[in-house]
């Protein structure tokens, strides 16, 4: 089954104390991607990788740093997480290929995040 | 650049009526659009897509969209509404051939009421 793994799914956490979310893809995607949904905001996409050892910053990257070491895991680190990352946490992945799920989205299940 | 605009913030409908919930875009070229929906707790799942072909694209649980381009439209829609249709919906676009990076609109509130 087509999945995107992601964890913790929920976490509370205090200010300044580094925390990873992981994310697993099985889909052999090429393009990953982190998002955070904020109450009248929708999505803002904070990081994204288009292949291994890829990456680039999205409209909100600031306070977040990911890698991309293999195809599948994309995690996402808060090094010294501050109470305005408290959020709900999405990662994605897509492939660019022409098939029948070619550019279609797959969303993990969410990260909800408290930062205290 | 590219953009998406969804106008409402909330739409509200009665069971068994038609549901429209609004999609405009902007991009410098052809669109691939796509509506995802949010189940309260869960992540966004994907409803359907409009690459190229058919303007009118079927998607799941009854929902369908239809590409305008002259309007800069992909308003998805449902003959009959249900209670359980009640959820966020996201429409998104990219650019053919562009960056592969799509733009999400703000997502709209669908409350069916029975």
């Known amino acids: 089954e087509a999945q995107v793994t992601q964890n913790p799914r929920y976490l509370i956490t205090v200010t300044g104390k580094k925390l990873t979310v992981t994310c697993s893809q099985n889909?052999?995607?090429?393009?990953m991607s982190w998002y955070r949904q904020d109450p009248g905001l929708g999505l803002r996409q904070i990081y994204y990788s288009m292949n291994v050892e890829v990456t680039d910053k999205g409209d909100v990257p600031e306070g977040y740093k990911v890698s991309r070491k293999e195809k599948r895991n994309f995690p996402l680190i808060l090094e010294s997480p501050s109470p305005n990352q408290t959020s709900l946490y999405f990662c994605?992945?897509?492939?660019f290929g022409q098939g029948e799920n070619g550019n279609t989205i797959y969303f993990g299940e969410g990260s909800w995040l408290t930062v205290v | 650049a590219q953009s998406v605009a969804q106008p409402e913030d909330q739409v509200n409908v009665a069971e068994g009526n038609p549901l429209t919930v609004k999609c405009t875009y902007s991009v410098s070229g052809n669109p691939y659009l796509f509506w995802y929906v949010q189940y309260p707790n869960r992540g966004l799942q994907f409803l359907l897509k409009?690459?190229?072909?058919?303007?009118l694209v079927k998607g799941s649980y009854g929902f369908e969209a239809e590409f305008n381009k002259s309007q800069t439209s992909f308003h998805l829609k449902k003959p009959s509404a249900l209670v359980s249709d009640s959820a966020l919906y996201f429409c998104?676009?990219?650019?053919?051939?562009?960056?592969?990076?799509?733009?999400f609109g703000r997502g709209t509130s669908l409350i069916v009421h029975p």
């Open positions: 998104a676009v990219r650019l053919e051939g562009g960056s592969y990076i799509p733009t």
């Open positions: 889909m052999n995607h090429e393009y």
């Open positions: 409009y690459i190229t072909g058919d303007n």
């Open positions: 994605a992945s897509t492939s």
